[in-house]
């Protein structure tokens, strides 16, 4: 009930002009988003650099209404990219297609999406085309496909555990050397493409856990290059300790180096169990959103897990 609510909320024009305008509200997302300034990002990603951390930084923002919208967004993370290089950070970058103008034209989209690509290209960094609601999966897997046909193989995706497809999906892509996040999904899906249970949500994790450890295995375990910034096959996205430690114990019985996987976790949320990975020698990378258009952002980190409210308040009031 309360992810649906959360996801409900994110949705409510009124609802965001309300919650925005909160002072409380504003406070609480501070400590969950870099700021509104690349700026801002990267101060955040020097300290989570120098505590081990790596990064990948997120402008926030979806569903662009105009072309211009969606030039300005890409500018943004051009924009981002060049800072990144400019102050040498272990850190690469996120994006929405939906962002980049899918929603109004899918060669818009394309055509920032490979303006991005190959900014990303010439200054050795990799590009990361976050999943969206179900409606776009297919469109996305699409031009992911049609950016490595172009020659980009410093782009990867993200997965979602609880749609029943992304087990075949990941069976059937045909780019070997892929990189993908898997993570649980934030989107309110119907039954008809989404485990409705926690409990399968779960299991599925695990299962494409051990699917992409095998696809790195196929490759002998590529691993994370120097600069930090292209990732390795599997990058592990939860806060779930559960999860975390099946994953560990997999990673022991493929024998598989500890810079051929990577765990990523969201700024803000489980610090302590950010650092207590770090310690072991495991590769942390934190997902570093930053700009004005945080609403929908947080009502999804509220919806994902009731335990992420926990976090939430609980970690508000931490100094």
């Known amino acids: 009930m309360l992810r649906k609510f959360f996801i409900w909320l994110s949705r409510l024009n009124w609802a965001q002009r309300l919650i ?3 002072k409380i509200a504003s406070r609480m997302v501070l400590r969950f988003v870099a700021g509104e300034s690349i700026d801002d990002a990267v101060e955040v990603i020097r300290i989570l650099n120098q505590q081990g ?28 990219l060049e800072a990144i290089q400019k102050t040498e950070l ?16 899918e060669q818009i989209c ?4 490979s303006m991005i690509l190959n900014k990303a290209a010439a200054l050795g960094n990799f590009v990361r085309i976050d999943m969206e609601d179900s409606s776009l999966t297919d469109v996305s897997l699409t ?15 993200v997965l979602q555990s609880y749609l029943y497809r992304t087990a075949d999906d990941i069976q059937t892509m045909p780019i070997k050397g892929m990189t993908f996040r898997l ?6 899906e119907p039954a008809t493409v989404a485990f409705p249970q926690k409990t399968d949500v779960d299991a599925n994790f695990d299962k494409i856990v051990k699917l992409l450890f095998e696809r790195s295995k ?26 975390i430690q099946n994953a560990i114990q997999l990673m022991e019985e493929f024998q598989m180096p500890r810079d051929a996987m990577e765990f990523q976790m969201l700024y803000g949320i489980r610090r302590e169990l950010q650092m207590e990975l770090v310690e072991q020698k495991y590769q942390v990378r934190v997902y570093v959103p930053y700009g004005t258009h945080w609403y929908r952002y947080f009502m999804r980190r509220l919806a994902e897990r009731p335990a992420n409210i926990w976090f939430i308040v609980s970690n508000f009031f931490k100094k």
């Open 20 to 22: 925005t305008k909160s």
């Open 53 to 80: 951390l790596l990064a990948t930084v997120d402008f926030l923002g979806e569903d662009t209404h105009t072309s211009a919208d969606a030039d300005d967004a890409t500018q943004e993370i051009i924009g981002a």
């Open 90 to 105: 272990r850190c690469n970058v996120s994006l929405k297609l939906s962002q980049l103008g899918l929603m109004l034209d």
């Open 110 to 113: 394309r055509t920032n999406l």
């Open 143 to 157: 031009i992911l496909s049609w950016a490595v046909e172009q020659g980009f193989s410093n782009v990867g995706i």
């Open 183 to 188: 993570c649980k999904g934030a989107y309110n």
């Open 218 to 243: 196929a490759l002998n375990f590529p691993c994370l290059s120097e600069s930090g910034r292209y990732p390795s096959i599997p990058g592990i996205a939860t806060h779930d300790e559960v999860r």
